[in-house]
């Protein structure tokens, strides 16, 4: 399996809400990243996991709360988020040492409104 | 600042020519770049890599070149076909410590690939 799953595949929130976006590797990563991705934009680097420790935190704001329950999985839990958070979010994951080679999944497309 | 630039936004060729994409980087740390492939409403896909040991690394109709001291890096992509017209990104990384590696990505290009 050298794939990387994403559900869902689109998500739509209310300000007030509370959503999370799941993502799923069966490759025996140990490295699974968050990324934000806008309209014509390159993807930008939001959460690392080593691990499945926390080991990069790139400043993110609170709203946005990383998990990651089992080396396998990894979610992003989202609360109170403004519209401009409206975005494509994409996971990815790499071998432990070899970060290089990231594999991403589909994406989360996520419009707040 | 911009690390990653990729100052082509758009490239438009004939199939079965050769299509070329350029990247440029600032950080003399990167240690290791990365080319993707994405098509609308999809991840980005893993196309080919390079380490900077290296000045070339070939895949079939992929070819990546680095020129370390220019700190420039090119694509090849002989001979292109209509499926290859997608959006391509340079990225590049560098070791952040530890098990970590950051990677950093450029604006992106958009190939067309003409019947």
């Known amino acids: 399996d050298t794939e990387v799953t994403q559900t869902p595949k689109h998500l739509v929130m209310g300000m007030t809400n509370k959503k999370s976006l799941k993502c799923e590797q069966h490759?025996?990563?140990?490295?699974m990243y968050w990324y934000k991705q806008k309209a014509k934009k390159p993807p930008e680097l939001m959460f690392v996991y080593s691990y499945e420790k926390l080991s990069i935190n790139e400043s993110v704001p609170s709203r946005f709360s990383p998990e990651c329950p089992n080396s396998s999985l990894l979610n992003l839990h989202l609360h109170a988020l403004q519209p401009e958070d409206s975005a494509l979010y994409l996971c990815?994951?790499?071998?432990?040492?070899?970060?290089?080679?990231?594999?991403f999944g589909p994406g989360t497309r996520l419009t707040v409104l | 600042d911009q690390q990653v630039k990729q100052n082509s936004p758009s490239l438009s060729v004939q199939e079965g020519r050769i299509s070329i994409l350029n990247c440029d980087y600032t950080n003399s740390m990167f240690d290791y770049f990365l080319w993707y492939k994405k098509y609308p409403a999809e991840g980005p896909t893993f196309l080919i890599s390079?380490?900077?040991?290296?000045d070339k690394n070939e895949d079939g109709r992929f070819t990546v070149f680095l020129n370390k001291s220019a700190k420039h890096l090119s694509l090849h992509i002989v001979p292109s076909q209509p499926g290859d017209s997608a959006v391509y990104f340079c990225?590049?990384?560098?070791?952040?410590?530890?098990?970590?590696?950051?990677?950093?990505f450029g604006k992106g290009t958009l190939l067309t690939v003409n019947p």
């Open positions: 990225a590049a990384s560098a070791w952040s410590g530890g098990s970590n590696y950051k990677l950093t």
């Open positions: 390079i380490s900077s040991i290296k």
């Open positions: 490759m025996g990563h140990r490295a």
């Open positions: 990815a994951s790499s071998q432990a040492r070899q970060g290089n080679e990231q594999f």
